[in-house]
């Protein structure tokens, strides 16, 4: 069968897990194998030839950067790298005019910004697919990679328990949503007044998540454990505070240790030993933090091959 080509109405983006469904998510996963596979075999797989990605930063970047442009390339696509000090988008030019504008020369857009509200506005006005790359509220293409990579080393992860220990930030928001639509549950303890908010994740089914004071009590029985740095892009000015708010929420081998014995460290990088995770446990064996991060580049080949041919055979 021909790759289905996008229509106007069959136009999707990927802000947030919601986003798609858990259907699409199982395709996306047996695809994303299927491209890894052929990767490592060195075969060469070009769909998106003539295809261009425009990557828009407003904030730092390593995996999502060579992630996205490494894929691209590989599938036989081109890259355009824009940042908010070389576009106006840093000099007040509105972001729908930013958005018709590139949108009328590439194929598909990955924006890294700051506020949720401004990748809505964007997609609003992109005649072409939109993929977050992170935003203060969500980091969905990391937790696709995330779960990924837990399938490949455990299997489903449906009914499955992940840990969350640290902030109630994008990615602990990221994760709640991924449990309500993929049916597992999250056991997450954070600081007092560094909580998630289940309105700012998105979710609306409460019985997808439990909250433990203590982070042991959240890692008992887990199959996964995951954090992610104290202090994300754009709240720098709270360093000092959040160092000292955080100070119990260091995932060390005690925490692993009541967890279940085969359970999984992950971390969506990059990582301050000593401080959310100690050097014993992420380098230690349980941790798949390499695995999870070459993923990134998998299962987005995955996600930009579906959103721009749709379903394949
Ligand atoms: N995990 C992640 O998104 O890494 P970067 O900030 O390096 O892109
Ligand atoms: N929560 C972190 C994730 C970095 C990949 C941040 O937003 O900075």
Same mark, same amino acid.
């Given at each position: 069968?021909?790759?289905?080509?996008?229509?106007?109405?069959?136009?999707?983006?990927?802000?947030?897990?919601?986003?798609?469904?858990?259907?699409?998510?199982?395709?996306?996963?047996?695809?994303?194998?299927?491209?890894?596979?052929?990767?490592?075999?060195?075969?060469?797989?070009?769909?998106?030839?003539?295809?261009?990605?425009? !990557? #828009?930063?407003?904030?730092?970047?390593?995996?999502?950067? $060579?992630?996205?442009?490494?894929?691209?390339?590989?599938?036989?696509?081109?890259?355009?790298?824009?940042?908010?000090?070389?576009?106006?988008?840093?000099?007040?030019?509105?972001?729908?005019?930013?958005?018709?504008?590139?949108?009328?020369?590439?194929?598909?857009?990955?924006?890294?910004?700051?506020? *949720?509200?401004?990748? /809505?506005?964007?997609?609003?006005?992109?005649?072409?697919?939109?993929?977050?790359?992170?935003?203060?509220?969500?980091?969905?293409? *990391? #937790?696709?990679?995330?779960?990924?990579?837990?399938?490949?080393?455990?299997?489903?992860?449906?009914?499955? $328990?992940?840990?969350?220990?640290?902030?109630?930030?994008?990615?602990?928001?990221?994760?709640?949503?991924?449990?309500?639509?993929?049916?597992?549950?999250?056991?997450?303890?954070?600081?007092?007044?560094?909580?998630?908010?289940?309105?700012?994740?998105?979710?609306?089914?409460?019985?997808?998540?439990?909250?433990?004071?203590?982070?042991?009590?959240?890692? /008992?029985?887990?199959?996964?454990?995951?954090?992610?740095?104290?202090?994300?892009?754009?709240?720098?000015?709270?360093?000092?505070?959040?160092?000292?708010?955080?100070?119990?929420?260091?995932?060390?081998?005690? !925490?692993?240790? $009541?967890?279940?014995?085969?359970?999984?460290?992950?971390?969506?990088?990059?990582?301050?030993?000593?401080?959310?995770?100690?050097?014993?446990?992420?380098?230690?064996?349980?941790?798949? $933090?390499?695995? /999870?991060?070459?993923?990134? !580049?998998?299962?987005?080949?995955?996600? !930009? /091959?579906?959103?721009?041919?749709?379903?394949?055979?």
């Amino acid at each position: 069968m021909k790759p289905m080509k996008p229509g106007p109405g069959l136009m999707k983006h990927f802000l947030q897990i919601k986003d798609l469904r858990a259907e699409e998510y199982t395709y996306l996963f047996e695809r994303a194998k299927i491209i890894k596979t052929r990767f490592k075999n060195y075969e060469r797989y070009q769909p998106l030839a003539d295809r261009t990605l425009a !990557m #828009i930063f407003e904030k730092a970047s390593t995996r999502t950067r $060579v992630s996205f442009e490494a894929g691209m390339y590989q599938m036989g696509g081109s890259v355009v790298h824009l940042t908010t000090g070389d576009t106006h988008l840093g000099r007040a030019e509105p972001i729908e005019d930013t958005a018709r504008v590139i949108s009328r020369m590439v194929d598909l857009v990955m924006i890294r910004t700051y506020e *949720q509200a401004k990748i /809505e506005l964007f997609a609003a006005h992109s005649r072409v697919p939109v993929i977050n790359g992170l935003t203060n509220e969500y980091h969905p293409c *990391q #937790i696709l990679a995330d779960i990924f990579t837990f399938i490949e080393h455990r299997g489903s992860i449906q009914g499955k $328990v992940v840990a969350w220990v640290g902030d109630g930030n994008n990615m602990a928001n990221t994760w709640l949503q991924a449990a309500e639509v993929m049916g597992f549950e999250v056991h997450i303890s954070t600081p007092s007044g560094y909580e998630v908010d289940p309105q700012v994740a998105g979710i609306t089914d409460r019985s997808c998540y439990r909250v433990f004071d203590h982070p042991m009590a959240a890692c /008992e029985g887990a199959h996964l454990v995951t954090t992610d740095v104290w202090t994300s892009m754009g709240y720098e000015a709270e360093n000092e505070e959040r160092r000292k708010a955080f100070v119990d929420w260091c995932v060390d081998e005690e !925490m692993m240790a $009541v967890a279940r014995p085969d359970a999984l460290f992950m971390h969506c990088l990059p990582a301050h030993r000593g401080e959310e995770v100690t050097a014993e446990v992420i380098d230690g064996p349980q941790s798949v $933090v390499w695995d /999870e991060a070459e993923n990134r !580049m998998h299962v987005q080949k995955a996600l !930009m /091959e579906y959103l721009l041919l749709g379903r394949i055979g």
